[in-house]
Each structure stands twice: as structure tokens, then as C-alpha cells.
């Protein structure tokens, strides 16, 4: 999902009639989004592995990969604070990836404070 809504944004970017400040702005959500699938995938990967999860060093990993996500799909729409529409409608696109985010990290949270 994350990735279809990075997708998504560089459609978003490329509508004419943005301004200079605003495709800036963009280009740098698109880099955080980007970012943020790959912190995720990160997390997958190390998820996945055989006995990963029993490493308390490996779940903080996974707790800060899960985050730093969930902080960049935050920051991205810092850049339109000065064109409310625009922020509506990145906010748009990114609300649902962030709610999966967050609910991602507390889970991943959860399962730690089990182990710990």
C-alpha cells in the first residue's frame, strides 16, 4: 500500500500548474514515502527471518525502522503548510498508509513489551 501511494504522489507531482515551492515540496514527500517502504520492507525481511524476534536488538531495529516510516509519512505533508488544498489532498493520499503504519508499530511494540 505504501508503495501504490508513493505511485500515486509522483501522478500527483506531475500536475501542472504547481509551484515551484510545491513540486519541491513534493518531490521531497515522494522521497520520504520511498523512504518509508523501505524501512518497512526492512522490517518485513527481519520479521520473517528464522528466530529473528527473539533478539531484543533486532526488535528495537524493527521498532525503528516501523517509526522512522511512520515519522517520514508525517513529514511529508510539513511542506504544504503554507497551501492548505494541497496539504488536504496529500493528506489524502497518505492517511490510510499511516493508519497501517501506526497500527503496525503498535503491534510490533506490543509483541516487545511481551518479550521484555
Same mark, same amino acid.
Given at each position: 500500500?505504501? +508503495? ?11 500536475? +501542472? ?81 499511516? +493508519? ?17
Amino acid at each position: 500500500m505504501t +508503495h501504490t501511494t508513493s505511485s500515486s504522489m509522483v501522478k500527483l507531482s506531475q500536475v +501542472h500548474g504547481m509551484t515551484p515551492r510545491e513540486v519541491a515540496a513534493m518531490k521531497d514527500c515522494i522521497e520520504l514515502l520511498n523512504e518509508s517502504v523501505y524501512n518497512l520492507k526492512q522490517s518485513l525481511e527481519e520479521m520473517s527471518r528464522p528466530g529473528s524476534k527473539d533478539s531484543e536488538l533486532v526488535m528495537s531495529d524493527i521498532q525503528t525502522w516501523v517509526s522512522s516510516a511512520l515519522t517520514d509519512e508525517d513529514t511529508c505533508t510539513e511542506g504544504f503548510k503554507d497551501d492548505p488544498k494541497m496539504k488536504r489532498v496529500v493528506r489524502g493520499k497518505i492517511v490510510n498508509v499511516a +493508519h497501517l503504519t501506526s497500527n503496525a508499530l503498535a503491534l510490533v511494540n506490543s509483541y516487545a513489551s511481551l518479550r521484555g
